[in-house]
């Protein structure tokens, strides 16, 4: 009865424990995840304003998602843009991949009416479709 008694209240404990145990991961990764928006948001505010930007020239509109990753323990952005150039008449479509915490452009991607350009941790590639793919996995994990 007594080994009974105390095996109960073994697995009691050892199943609160452990459940607190996660539930202050999950509190962590919450706030870990907050702070990367709060800081993406700023991050975006300082470089695009509202995220719409009009001249003589053309317009663009810009924005963003945020990811905390926390296999590599940082916080990224990802910004897109959609825009005109009136003069030249040629619109583009661009996207970047930045370290918030870091301010440094892991990469970038520009479409415009005549050519491509993907850049990533400063080699070329081919397609937007690469891009996208060396992207993911700093955006999902």
């Known amino acids: 009865m007594k080994r009974k008694l105390f095996l109960s209240l073994f697995i009691v404990f ?5 459940m607190s145990l996660v539930g202050c991961n999950n509190q962590k990764d919450y706030q870990l995840q907050e702070r990367c928006g709060k800081r993406s948001q700023k991050f ?3 470089e ?3 995220g719409t930007i009009s001249n003589g020239g053309g317009y663009s509109n810009s924005s963003y998602e945020c990811h905390y ?3 590599l323990n940082k916080c990224f952005i990802l910004i897109s843009t959609d825009g005109v ?11 970047s991949l930045s370290d918030v915490n870091e301010n440094k452009k892991l990469g970038y991607f520009v479409r415009t009416n005549t050519s491509i350009l993907c850049v990533f941790s ?6 937007e479709k ?5 992207v993911k996995p700093y955006m999902e994990e």
């Open 14 to 18: 050892f199943t609160t424990s452990f």
């Open 44 to 46: 975006f505010q300082n």
């Open 48 to 50: 695009y304003g509202n």
């Open 69 to 71: 990753n926390k296999k």
């Open 85 to 95: 150039v009136n003069y030249k008449n040629e619109s583009y479509h661009s996207k």
């Open 122 to 127: 400063g080699k070329i590639y081919e397609s």
């Open 130 to 134: 690469e891009w996208n793919s060396l």
